[in-house]
């Protein structure tokens, strides 16, 4: 008998049946959390309209012209220089250790969470639970992901009620899905633990070494405006952010960056839909770094854009060497 779940217009519980027990059986048998305590935490849980509506139809998908004015604001890149010079010794020792930008780290907190500031109000067990058990195409994915909220919830001696995050079950400040807290946490604060709800160094730390393990590499290009002419440059625009080409097969095929770069360089070019039209950008390999913190190029964009306002910000504040409240 499968788990059924019926969706109202309000809180909804989890229906205990035999797939929930099997649930319940293997998180005892392979990760040793008592069976008896993952169905006391399950029968608490609800189903979430949010997270099936959110999954099936992401913010992300909206065209890029759009999805950019949403992040790219006056309040979120003054909020990026505010929490730059707040955290300044921290994102600095991250991008000395792991080899990534300050500003990309600040950029990626600031789209996630508004630097800290965003007050999540969804419970991660019913947002992981839902989609665990009722999302139509990534089923296996949740349900890796509700076991490590449960798992780390038991070893930490924590009511995983108590773990506040998105639609789709991420938490803390960096928005780490549960599976990445052991691979990417980092007690950057040096407290003898790994705390991305409440230590905001721990969450720099951990954006830091989460971009590097997937390729970051500090002092080269990310992405830039391109022009194109002729025909030949179509068959070079995909769909895919991996960079596949050298730069200098690109150019000769029409494709031309607006910011010279190392002609052996790989890049792909990517086609946007922006305010005024049609944008060409060429993407490189720290673009799709990011891009494995989601893999949607608008969240990609926007972090590198927001990156790049508040390396400006910063530059402008202390060249003028006054900063005011």
């Known amino acids: 008998m499968l788990l059924t779940i019926m969706i109202f217009g309000r809180a909804e519980a989890l229906e205990i049946n035999k797939e929930l027990h099997e649930f319940a059986d293997n998180m005892e048998s ?4 008592p069976r008896d305590k993952v169905l006391w935490w399950m029968y608490g849980a609800n189903i979430s309209e949010i997270a099936l509506n959110r999954t099936a139809a992401p913010t992300e998908a909206k065209p890029w012209g759009e999805y950019r004015k949403l992040f790219i604001t006056d309040d979120r890149v003054r909020g990026g220089l505010d929490f730059y010079l707040a955290n300044e010794g921290d994102l600095v020792r991250a991008e000395h250790q792991f080899g990534v930008s300050r500003y990309v780290i600040a950029a990626i907190i600031g789209v996630e969470t508004n630097y800290g500031k965003y007050q999540l109000k969804l419970k991660a067990i019913d947002m992981l639970a839902t989609l665990a058990f009722n999302s139509p195409n990534r089923r296996p994915f949740f349900t890796k992901e509700l076991k490590w909220l449960l798992i780390i919830a038991d070893r930490e001696n924590v009511d995983p009620h108590n773990y506040m995050g998105s ?3 991420a938490i803390g400040y960096p928005q780490f899905m549960p599976s990445n807290f052991d691979k990417f946490g980092v007690d950057f ?13 721990d969450a ?11 390729g970051y590499r500090l002092g080269e290009q990310t992405a830039v405006q391109s022009d194109v002419s002729g ?12 960079p596949v080409k050298k730069l ?9 960056p607006r910011t010279p770069a190392n002609p052996e360089q790989k890049a792909i ?8 039209g049609k944008e060409y950008w060429i993407l490189y390999n720290n673009l799709y770094a990011i891009s494995r913190y989601n893999p949607r190029i608008n969240y990609a964009m926007a972090v590198f854009s927001l990156s790049e306002e508040i390396k400006t910000a910063v530059r402008g504040a202390f060249e003028e060497g006054v900063y005011a409240e």
């Open 189 to 201: 604060d040096g407290d003898g633990k790994t705390d991305l709800v409440r230590s905001m160094p």
């Open 231 to 242: 025909d030949a440059w179509q068959q070079f625009d995909t769909r895919s952010m991996r």
């Open 248 to 256: 200098k097969e690109l150019a000769a095929n029409g494709i031309t």
């Open 269 to 276: 070019l990517y086609t946007l839909d922006g305010v005024d």
């Open 30 to 33: 392979c990760y040793g959390v």
């Open 167 to 169: 639609y789709a079950g």
């Open 204 to 214: 720099i730390g951990s954006v830091a070494k989460y971009l590097s393990a997937h």
